[in-house]
């Protein structure tokens, strides 16, 4: 079975800073893997995701993450950001062509002035 | 495309009444999710069809919860009787998961329930 383990629950940083959100999963097979974003009252939207192929992915608003096969990890990054990131991050993982998906339980991201 | 559509985006009631909420999906779309998020127990799969089908219920917490879905475009929740622990915001999200899918999952945007 697989798990996904998000390892902060809060993340505390001040505008443009670095962010590093971390992620790590367990499988016994091969997955594909998610990062969800959901803003105060809203539902969650894909962030990024990686199938294949180069192990650097990009999202939107300058978002990036990294598969890490060795470490089975994919953590999340953001050079500089904004007070319009903060949110709550949801990294995921599914079994390839199974569809059910396995949610972390998430990281809040406070930007502050 | 609309995206995934959730009806209503916020119930109150009362403990003990029928609680039902709707889902319409991505056209196309052949799985459809329904999750629960509460602050103790963050995001929790409920129920997913395939295909009309269901497929996993094991997240249904007990009998007073059933889900259907009768057809390709629409789906309900139903909580009967409805009890204060079942306050959440419950999402509905679809997917295409066909041969070669990457299970994209979409989400609507949450019925808020509110049992008082």
């Known amino acids: 079975a697989q798990s996904v383990t998000q390892l902060d629950s809060q993340v505390p940083v001040f505008e443009e800073a670095p962010v590093e959100l971390r992620c790590n999963y367990s499988s016994s097979v091969s997955v594909y893997l998610f990062w969800y974003v959901q803003y105060p009252n809203q539902g969650l939207q894909l962030l990024l995701k990686y199938l294949s192929g180069s192990t650097l992915v990009k999202g939107i608003n300058g978002f990036e993450a990294e598969f890490n096969k060795s470490q089975t990890s994919f953590h999340l990054r953001k050079p500089s950001v904004h007070i319009s990131d903060t949110a709550e991050y949801f990294c995921a993982v599914v079994m390839r062509g199974r569809g059910k998906l396995i949610f972390g339980q998430g990281t809040e991201l406070s930007v502050k002035p | 495309d609309a995206g995934v559509i959730q009806s209503p985006r916020h119930e109150v009631t009362e403990m003990g009444q029928e609680v039902t909420l709707r889902c319409k999906p991505i056209?196309?779309?052949?799985?459809l999710f329904w999750y629960r998020q509460t602050m103790m127990r963050g995001l929790e799969l409920l129920i997913y069809?395939?295909?009309?089908?269901?497929?996993?219920d094991s997240g249904m917490p007990e009998d007073r919860f059933s889900a259907k879905m009768p057809n390709a475009s629409f789906s309900t929740l139903k909580i009967q009787p409805s009890e204060p622990r079942d306050s959440a915001v419950y999402f509905c999200?679809?997917?295409?998961?066909?041969?070669?899918?990457?299970?994209?999952?979409?989400f609507g945007p949450g019925t808020r329930l509110t049992v008082l």
């Open positions: 069809f395939n295909n009309n089908v269901p497929i996993d």
């Open positions: 056209s196309g779309h052949d799985y």
């Open positions: 999200a679809s997917s295409f998961g066909g041969a070669t899918s990457t299970d994209t999952q979409y």
